[in-house]
């Protein structure tokens, strides 16, 4: 698995949850878990499919075990955060230190994302250079 493939995968996964919730805020008139859905949609969804675009694009960095740790956990920290988020709106404020250790998870994986963008040689294994297109 590739961390693109992983990353378009759980994007999807995540958007179908967050239009789903967004329905169910749209149809209840219940609007207090918006902060959950919006950040999921916007973290599980948009940056996500945005780190698959940016992975798929360096073969070498899509096939290593980095790249797939850091779409692990900044995936683990979404749903962590979603839930908690959810659960602190709807009045569960015992939620909050658990919002905040998922908060800490996706900002490390963004920090991760960072040493990737900023030093693009050392976070990559020697693999194949470039993925062969056959010729039409
Ligand atoms: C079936 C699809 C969707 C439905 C039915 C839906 C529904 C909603 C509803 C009812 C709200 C609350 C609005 C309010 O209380 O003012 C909301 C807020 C929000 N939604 Fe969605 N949504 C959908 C998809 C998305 C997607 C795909 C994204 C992001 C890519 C998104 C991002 C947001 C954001 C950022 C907010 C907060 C807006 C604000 O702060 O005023 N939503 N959505």
Redesign the pocket.
Known sequence: MTASSLSFGLAVLF?IV??????G??ASQD?SI??A??HL??LG??SLFLFGIYYERRPRLDTSRLALIQVSLWSIGTVVLTIAVAAIHLGYTAADPIAAVASLIVLGAMLLFAYFVFRPGASVAAGPAARMTPAE
């Open positions: 958007v967050g239009m789903a919730m967004g329905i805020m749209a609007h918006m902060p859905h919006a949609n916007l969804w948009v």
